[in-house]
């Protein structure tokens, strides 16, 4: 009728497309996390020498 042939199934790429997407997403969401506790790691070792300071001379 509108003189398109028939074609086969593109299932296959899209997959591939929802696999990669996926698999990219998770690639960057994986990189902000170990950046993110990148940057906080100087603060935990801050508040643990807090403590430790603070505690200190309640002990001794």
């Not at 690639?27 to 801050?46: D, P, R, S």
């Not at 643990?48 to 200190?56: C, D, L, N, R, T």
Request: no cysteine; aromatic share 6%; proline share 2%.
């Amino acid at each position: 009728m509108g003189g398109h042939a028939q074609q086969g199934s593109d299932k296959g790429a899209a997959f591939m497309g929802l696999i990669g997407g996926a698999v990219l997403v998770g690639a960057i969401l994986y990189g902000i996390v170990i950046w993110t506790n990148g940057k906080f790691e100087g603060h935990e070792a801050e508040k643990k020498a807090a403590v430790a300071v603070s505690v200190s001379p309640l002990v001794g």
